[in-house]
């Protein structure tokens, strides 16, 4: 939850700057009216874990408490318990007991996987050559990667360049948007990279690198 986590953080800041010259009183009230509103139903988090994705929520009602949020709606977290690079379900036609959290949890996610309104991805995306991330779904976006390539292609199934085309499939369903990652690099110029490449630069209007070095 640590990019979420700055993400409120700069949004109540843009908040506050915003409602400069009203009392503490009213600028909370409007803050408590905001986030339920428009702050979570727009803020989305997946992760693969139990553990971190418990931390995660703990981490973010713990900032969300501090900015003066006092929880009084229904209005959740959308931080789901699921794979990114699995596609989404059919939550619709999803029956479940409400007492199972678990199957709420994946209907949940399901819905938000549909949101094709997401106009920003960021994150830190694993790095794994021998990625076991392997539904046909992922795979076939995966492709366009691979086209024109003579090369073997394995370096192309790392899960850091899956996640890398999941963004690029996100915003463009969205119609425009910004990937932000902090990622492994061989993308950059790697020999078997070079389709992808060509279809980041067409893709973006923009692209920015920063390279950092630890001694």
Request: net charge negative; hydrophobic share 40%.
């Amino acid at each position: 939850g640590t990019f979420l986590r700055q993400v409120i953080l700069q949004i109540y800041e843009n908040f506050r700057e915003k409602h400069k010259g009203e009392s503490e009183s009213e600028m909370k009230a409007a803050w408590n009216e905001y986030v339920p509103q428009h702050l979570l139903p727009r803020i989305n988090g997946f992760e693969l874990m139990m553990a971190p994705y418990a931390v995660a929520h703990m981490k973010l009602a713990m900032v969300l408490h501090d900015t003066g949020y006092e929880f009084g709606t229904d209005a959740r977290l959308n931080v789901c318990l699921t794979n990114t690079l699995e596609p989404p379900g059919d939550a619709d036609d999803q029956i479940s007991f409400f007492s199972d959290p678990l199957a709420m949890e994946s209907i949940q996610a399901n819905k938000v996987k549909k949101n094709n309104g997401i106009n920003i991805v960021l994150g830190n995306p694993p790095y794994s050559i021998s990625s076991s991330n392997r539904s046909e779904w992922i795979l076939e976006l995966l492709n366009s990667y691979k086209e024109g390539l003579k090369e073997k292609k394995l370096n192309l199934d790392d899960d850091y360049i899956k996640f890398i085309r999941y963004a690029e499939q996100v915003i463009f369903q969205a119609g425009y948007g910004v990937l932000a990652y902090i990622s492994n690099n061989s993308f950059i110029d790697g020999v078997t990279h070079r389709q992808m490449r060509l279809e980041l630069l067409q893709s973006f209007d923009e692209i920015y690198i920063l390279l950092i070095i630890i001694f």
